[in-house]
C-alpha cells in the first residue's frame, strides 16, 4: 500500500474515533497505545477522578496496528497523545483499568486497586453508526453503596 493510502486511512480512522469519543462518559482522551513494540487505537477516561486522577478506564484496538498506520496517525495529528504501558501488563482484550502516569500505563498501587475492587463499576458499549464503540463508564460512590 502506498504512502497516500496510509495517510488517507489514518485521516478516515481519527474521523470514525473523533465521533465515538464524544458519545463517551465520561469524556475520553483519544490515544496511541505501544505495548510490547506493538501498536494500538485507543482512548483513556479518568474514572475515579475525586479518588485519584491516575485511575483510568483503557480501551483499545483487539489487535495491533501496521506501523504504517501508526505513523500516518501522527503525520495527520501530530498533537496525539502518545502512551507507553509497561510491558509486564497484561493487555490482551480490549478494556482495562490501569494507573496512568504522565504518558505511561502501570499498574494500579495497591490502594488504588482496593478502592476499585471496592467501587461498583459499570460499563455499557455504544456503537455508533460505524464499527467503533464508545464507552459510559459509571462508577457509583461508596456513600450510594447500600
Not at 505513523?71 to 496512568?100: A, K, W, Y
Request: glycine share 4%; hydrophobic share 35%.
Amino acid at each position: 500500500m502506498d504512502k497516500q493510502n496510509w495517510y488517507h486511512i489514518a485521516q478516515n480512522l481519527l474521523e470514525l474515533m473523533d465521533t465515538q469519543m464524544v458519545l463517551q462518559q465520561p469524556p475520553g482522551e483519544l490515544i496511541l497505545l505501544d505495548w510490547k513494540i506493538k501498536f494500538y487505537v485507543g482512548s483513556v477516561q479518568q474514572i475515579a477522578i475525586g479518588y485519584s486522577p491516575e485511575i483510568v478506564f483503557l480501551s483499545k484496538t483487539s489487535k495491533p496496528i501496521h506501523l504504517e498506520l501508526w505513523n500516518n496517525l501522527v503525520r495527520v495529528r501530530p498533537e496525539i497523545t502518545r502512551l507507553v504501558s509497561d510491558p509486564e501488563l497484561d493487555l490482551e482484550g480490549i478494556t482495562h483499568v490501569l494507573r496512568r502516569v504522565e504518558n505511561q500505563l502501570l499498574t494500579l498501587t495497591s490502594h488504588q486497586t482496593d478502592y476499585v475492587v471496592n467501587l461498583p463499576l459499570q460499563v455499557s458499549e455504544t456503537n455508533g453508526n460505524n464499527s467503533a464503540s464508545s464507552y459510559q463508564v459509571h462508577c457509583y460512590n461508596r456513600s450510594h453503596m447500600h
